[in-house]
């Protein structure tokens, strides 16, 4: 009888060891919206703009400490320009919310769904997803690295593709300097 209960003790404290050091397979990690910031940087012939955009949810998947994938969802309507004050800051924070750009008033957010992930070192990925913006959905490839409890990316977006042509040089002739590239950055650090 002794040594049952001494071989079920042993079970106990081994097998409870044995679970509690085991990775988790398939964890959501809850992305901080408060303290995560996605910048933005888009060019023209003379120059550009920057600004910023606010995280509304989002999250990490893991198996182990492995990233396997994550999903986002970005709240269009805080777009804001940084590099601007007063007037010429309202007037390009409407511009953008208008329908010549991001349409904010029939598309309140946009999202990436991260569909495939590869590494190429131990803090980094190549990661591939779905980004929606207006409503229409493209593949993106993009580099996302971890460190600790943060996450960074830089995307480049080729806005054409989700029917943000204004002032584009490839569906505008003649508009010299008032031409606006067609891809912009967006720098990502997250916190989760």
Do not use: C
Request: glycine letters at 8%; zero cysteines.
């Amino acid at each position: 009888m002794k040594k049952t209960v001494l071989s079920l003790a042993l079970a106990l404290v081994f097998g409870a060891t044995a679970t509690a050091t085991e990775p988790i397979v398939n964890e959501k990690k809850e992305i901080k919206p408060e303290s995560s910031t996605i910048n933005w940087k888009a060019y023209k012939v003379t120059g550009g703009h920057e600004g910023m955009v606010k995280l509304k949810s989002g999250y990490l998947e893991f198996n182990g400490k492995k990233l396997t994938g994550g999903e986002f969802e970005v709240d269009m309507t805080t777009l804001v320009a940084t590099d601007l004050d007063g007037e010429m800051k309202g007037k390009l924070e409407g511009h953008l919310k208008s329908d010549d750009f991001f349409g904010v008033e029939n598309h309140k957010t946009s999202t990436l769904k991260i569909t495939s992930v590869k590494p190429f070192n131990d803090k980094s990925y190549t990661a591939t997803g779905d980004l929606t913006i207006k409503g229409i959905t493209k593949p993106i490839t993009f580099v996302i690295s971890l460190f600790e409890n943060k996450a960074t990316a830089t995307l480049k977006v080729d806005r054409t593709k989700y029917d943000i042509k204004y002032n584009s040089g490839n569906f505008f002739e003649n508009l010299g300097d008032k031409t606006i590239y067609d891809e912009f950055d967006l720098v990502v650090d997250l916190a989760y």
